[in-house]
């Protein structure tokens, strides 16, 4: 299993690269090349919201990518940690406008979901996670 971990600051500038260094791991874990635009794009949508979640809230920690090559299938974790309201909880960590960062943040995820089958979504109080899982085919080695 291989691992690339991707730390940065929680600028919009620094997503672009993110979604380059997704796409170019993704390939090499043999990633089919159809799908890689679909990558780039839910890497991009991932990485911005976490920027913008850790914007809102006022956090200075980077977000954390992982890029995670396994034998059949390439994950990507994309990390954040901004405080995300509970069920029942209707304080803000930034107290901003609850009901506005939450429709935001609903169709930021719709996005991701509508881009990729395989999508698992974490997040309490103390960050979120969003997974997301691409199948990859093994490469072939032609022998002379």
Request: proline share 3%; glycine share 14%.
């Given at each position: 299993?291989?691992?690339?971990?991707?730390?940065?600051?929680?600028?919009?500038?620094?997503?672009?690269?993110?979604?380059?260094?997704?796409?170019?791991?993704?390939?090499?874990?043999?990633?089919d090349e159809a799908v890689l635009d679909e990558v780039r794009l839910a890497v991009g949508e991932a990485c911005?919201?976490?920027?913008?979640?850790h914007q809102s809230s006022g956090i200075s920690a980077p977000v954390q990518v992982s890029l995670i090559e396994e034998?059949?299938?390439?994950?990507?974790e994309v990390g954040d940690e901004a405080p995300?309201?509970?069920?029942?909880?209707?304080?803000?960590?930034?107290?901003?406008?609850v009901d506005a960062d939450i429709?935001?943040?609903?169709?930021?995820?719709?996005?991701?979901?509508?881009?990729?089958?395989d999508v698992e979504v974490s997040a309490g109080e103390?960050?979120?996670?969003i997974r997301m899982t691409w199948p990859t085919t093994p490469s072939v080695v032609v022998l002379p």
């Open positions: 299993m291989a691992t690339v971990e991707l730390r940065f600051s929680a600028l919009p500038e620094h997503v672009r690269t993110a979604r380059l260094v997704a796409a170019a791991v993704a390939r090499r874990a043999g990633v911005t919201r976490a920027v913008g979640l034998e059949k299938q390439f994950s990507i995300h309201a509970v069920p029942g909880d209707k304080s803000s960590g930034a107290g901003g406008d429709e935001e943040d609903d169709m930021g995820l719709a996005v991701i979901s509508g881009l990729v089958d103390h960050g979120g996670l």
